[in-house]
């Protein structure tokens, strides 16, 4: 078997992996950025998810999910950065997971009041 042959059948799986990851990462900020009481939106009352999070008192870990997003893509990065961006199914694969997690952290909270601020009333 030729060694430049074995290369490239292990590139093109490390690749594949990184892919894979990248699609774990995306699935695990969907599911993190979800309040717990975002099923309770029905139009009438509740209309959108800053009146979940008006309404209901829940644990919100929206921005620890975020961090620990962010942390997680950091190797694939880095991996990006030593290929010098030349392997463009994770390129896109990047560009995808940072448009939905822009989405899932930003924009859909944007109009809301306390967007990350927490208030304490005594």
Known sequence: MN???GKNHLRNLLNIL??????FI????????????QSAINGEDIKNVCDVLRVFVSDDFRGI??????VAIVPVV??????????KSINVMLILFYSIWIWNFIIKYRNCLGFYVYT???
């Open 26 to 37: 995306m699935f695990f900020s969907v599911i993190g950025s979800i309040p717990e009481y």
């Open 120 to 122: 304490t009333s005594s």
């Open 65 to 70: 999910s975020a961090i620990v997003t962010q």
């Open 3 to 5: 060694t430049k042959v």
């Open 18 to 23: 990184i892919i894979i990851y990248i699609l």
């Open 78 to 87: 880095f991996y990006c950065i030593k290929k010098k961006f030349k392997i």
